[in-house]
């Protein structure tokens, strides 16, 4: 069974600066997406940014991006020029392409962008 | 397109009672999820459908909580009787086959007093 990690239960950031989220996993598959979601207050679950294990180079989208470290099965999310419609819990999640598109969830971040 | 539907929004029970939820994925999307989220935590997979047939429910309390997709298209999820401790959003999200990412719907809000 895979597990997801997030680390830091709640960040804060000033406006216009830049965050980082961390994320580890654990997994013995080699096919697989990663991705991290948004879930602004009492709102619907977003796609911030997805990441498919096979390719090298990092996914970006907009002000964020991500690290993939595959070795050490590290997927952080940089959040960069924060804006205040960036509070929202963030979760990291991992789909298993080897188990039907089994989706895992990590336990969140809370993230408060302060003005 | 249209997204994920979810029905009701907001329910609020007494322990021991039955309710049940409805979604409706995105059209062609064979993979639906269930998921429960209580207060502060991240979703916690309840049962996972590729078209009616079911792909892993072993996070489901079956003696309490049952969910169907008998048609392939939407489903339901059931809770009889209902505990304190299932109080929490139940989002129901939706992917293709091949599909890279699961879209959610806006989720719904149970309270059990």
């Known amino acids: 069974a895979q597990t997801v990690t997030q680390s830091q239960p709640e960040m804060s950031v000033q406006e216009a600066e830049t965050v980082t989220l961390s994320c580890t996993y654990d997994?013995?598959?080699?096919?697989?997406?990663l991705f991290w979601y948004k879930q602004p207050p009492s709102r619907q679950m977003i796609l911030v940014i997805r990441?498919?294990?096979?390719?090298?180079q990092n996914a970006t989208e907009n002000r964020f991006s991500v690290n993939f470290q595959k070795a050490a099965k590290s997927f952080s999310l940089k959040i960069s020029d924060s804006q205040l419609g960036d509070t929202a819990m963030y979760f990291c999640?991992?789909?298993?392409?080897?188990?039907?598109?089994?989706?895992?969830f990590g336990g969140g971040t809370r993230l408060m962008v302060k003005p | 397109e249209a997204g994920v539907a979810q029905s009701p929004r907001y329910k609020i029970i007494e322990k021991r009672q039955s309710v049940a939820f409805w979604c409706n994925p995105i059209?062609?999307?064979?993979?639906l999820y269930w998921y429960q989220q209580i207060l502060g935590q991240g979703p916690k997979l309840l049962i996972q459908?590729?078209?009616?047939?079911?792909?892993?429910d072993s996070q489901l309390p079956k003696d309490r909580f049952s969910a169907e997709r008998l048609k392939g298209v939407d489903s339901t999820l059931k809770i009889q009787p209902a505990k304190l401790e299932d109080s929490a959003v139940y989002l129901c999200?939706?992917?293709?086959?091949?599909?890279?990412?699961?879209?959610f719907g806006p989720g719904t809000r149970l309270l059990v007093l």
């Open positions: 999200a939706s992917s293709v086959t091949s599909g890279t990412q699961a879209e």
């Open positions: 997994t013995s598959e080699n096919n697989y997406y």
């Open positions: 990441q498919e294990a096979y390719k090298q």
């Open positions: 999640a991992f789909m298993s392409r080897n188990a039907g598109n089994m989706l895992t």
């Open positions: 059209s062609g999307h064979a993979t």
């Open positions: 459908f590729q078209n009616n047939g079911v792909v892993d």
